[in-house]
């Protein structure tokens, strides 16, 4: 069974740091592509970062780019989203997901997610 | 960044037929996805390149394409398909390459 996990999210003043992790289960992690998203309060799926497989390419929305840093450790089946100079917009549920191929990319699983909230 | 355009609120009576719209420039050229959203739940995809579905993912469940729009059609709606549906596209051209709607919630009267 394929499991996605995603910890790491807390509440936090802004200006300040998180990192957050997504450990997976029942897939080769090494073997495919990852990406962030988040959920503001009311609002709708906003995508933040992807990796590639071999993390040769990463991606950013440019809300958080220059601010966030994904990575990953195959040898420990994880993902993760270093998020710095935190703001009070970037309050949101993050949900990690595996990337697929057909067509184009997209997100064929994906964890429950992990809140984040920045509040001064 | 690319955008996509879906109404925001789409009603229907259990049993009918439920259509969400997902409008984007040139959207016929690219491959569209589909996710639902419950709240409090992690995103489920439920149509993958413009028609496919993932396995366990109910035949009521249909995409398709059409022009500018992209299309999802749900038959015989369930009180359990009421939730958030979200259109995603893949944009090679922009270094932001993913492109979400802004969302459609499925109201099951």
């Known amino acids: 069974e394929v499991q996605l996990v995603e910890s790491g999210g807390a509440l936090v003043k802004p200006g300040e740091t998180l990192r957050l992790s997504c450990v997976v289960s029942g897939f080769t992690f090494s073997s495919h592509s990852m990406t962030w998203v988040r959920q503001s309060p009311g609002k709708g799926l906003e995508w933040v970062s992807s990796i590639s497989h071999d993390s040769q390419d990463k991606y950013y929305a440019e809300s958080v780019r220059g601010r966030f840093t994904v990575s990953r450790d195959d040898a420990k089946s994880s993902l993760y989203l270093q998020m710095d100079s935190l703001r009070v917009e970037d309050t949101a549920v993050y949900h990690c997901?595996?990337?697929?191929?057909?067509?184009?990319?997209?997100?064929?699983?994906w964890g429950q997610g992990t809140v984040v909230t920045v509040s001064s | 960044s690319y955008v996509l355009t879906q109404p925001p609120s789409v009603s229907e009576a259990p049993g009918g037929t439920a259509t969400i719209t997902c409008g984007g420039i040139n959207i016929g050229i690219r491959s569209v996805h589909w996710y639902q959203q419950k709240p409090g739940q992690a995103p489920v995809l439920v149509i993958y390149h413009d028609g496919d579905r993932p396995a366990g993912i109910p035949e009521r469940f249909s995409g398709s394409k059409s022009g500018n729009t992209a299309t999802l059609t749900i038959s015989r709606v369930e009180a359990g398909d009421e939730a958030d549906y979200f259109c995603q596209v893949w944009d090679t051209s922009s270094y932001q390459p993913w492109a979400f709607g802004g969302g459609t919630k499925l109201t099951v009267l």
């Open positions: 997901g595996r990337m697929e191929h057909s067509g184009s990319w997209y997100g064929v699983y």
